[in-house]
């Protein structure tokens, strides 16, 4: 079956009264920012996706996909499940050698050209953490970074998962904008769950939640764009005093106010990345 669209059709927050969004639409090559402060609903949402919730949870919220109740394979079957949930706690239970595993993955799910599927897993996963996995190492002996990097590419990659459920994983050693970027490549339905502004902000939309309800669908606006992308010199500001930080050298203010007027007076399209 192909997917071109899930919607979350309201249930009710936290307090039992009804969502001020009725009907949340995710097309095919969106990407989706879910954002509110903690405790708000974000996991309780996402759960409800993967769970292809029928107003049998907590939030009696539902979903279709096309429109429609999906199909009761989705959930009989992990291999015809569409989604992908990751969080920072997901991790991997087995002690293969990750070229290994992923080669029994490729080839339990029928993967055409095996082998090569492999390969870009292994390469998309390196360029997601910094530190590159090694590919004889054994699964469990991978850092929390290689681990969730390792998850992301192969449930895009070799699951070929056309949705995918990224929850705060941005703090679990991953380079949260480069995945992002690369990420974009593929065409699925990401929707992360941050509090990271340049990950909403490049988002196509991001979903407001508060106390357990949906509260308003925001997409992002032209403007926004070149915002991220100011933000983003701010950023590598900070990057660089930090690395002078731990190379053991002191921080100068003239140097900061010196690198502060440089990004302001940067042009806006090379403030967009
Ligand atoms: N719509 C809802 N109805 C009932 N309980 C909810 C709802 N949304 C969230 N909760 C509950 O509120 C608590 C916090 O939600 P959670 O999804 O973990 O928040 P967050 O991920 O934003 O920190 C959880 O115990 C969750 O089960
Ligand atoms: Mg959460």
């Known amino acids: 079956m192909e997917i071109r669209e899930i919607s979350l059709i309201g249930g009710c927050g936290k307090t039992g009264e009804r969502e001020p969004v009725a009907r949340l639409d995710m097309r095919m090559g969106d990407v989706v920012s879910v954002v509110g402060p903690t405790g708000s609903g974000k996991t309780m949402l996402i759960n409800d996706i993967a769970l292809f919730a029928d107003a049998n949870t907590p939030s009696r919220r539902r979903v279709l996909v096309n429109g429609a109740p999906p ?45 090569s599927v492999v390969e870009e897993t292994l390469a998309f996963a390196n360029e997601l953490t910094g530190e590159p996995i090694i590919e004889h190492a054994a699964m469990t002996e991978l850092s929390g970074g290689q681990t969730r990097a390792l998850l992301v590419a192969d449930a895009v990659v070799i699951g070929n998962s056309p949705i995918i459920l990224l929850d705060e994983i941005e703090n679990a050693g991953i380079d949260r904008l480069r995945a992002l970027e690369l990420l974009k490549r593929y065409r699925k339905i990401f929707i992360f769950v941050t509090h990271d502004l340049r990950i909403t902000l490049l988002s196509d939309y991001r979903v407001v939640l508060l106390r357990g309800a949906m509260q308003a669908v925001v997409p992002r606006g032209e403007e926004e764009r070149r915002v991220a992308g100011r933000i983003g010199l701010l950023d590598s500001i900070m990057v660089g005093m930090r690395d002078r930080l731990r190379a053991g050298e002191r921080v100068v203010e003239r140097d900061l106010l010196g690198e502060l007027r440089q990004a302001l007076e940067a042009p806006s399209a090379e403030a967009v990345r």
């Open 71 to 115: 199909p009761a394979i989705f959930q009989e079957d992990p291999s015809h499940n569409p989604i992908a949930l990751i969080t920072q706690h997901t991790t991997f239970l087995s002690d293969l050698p990750v070229r290994e595993f992923l080669r029994i993955h490729a080839k339990i799910r029928r993967a055409a050209r095996r082998e």
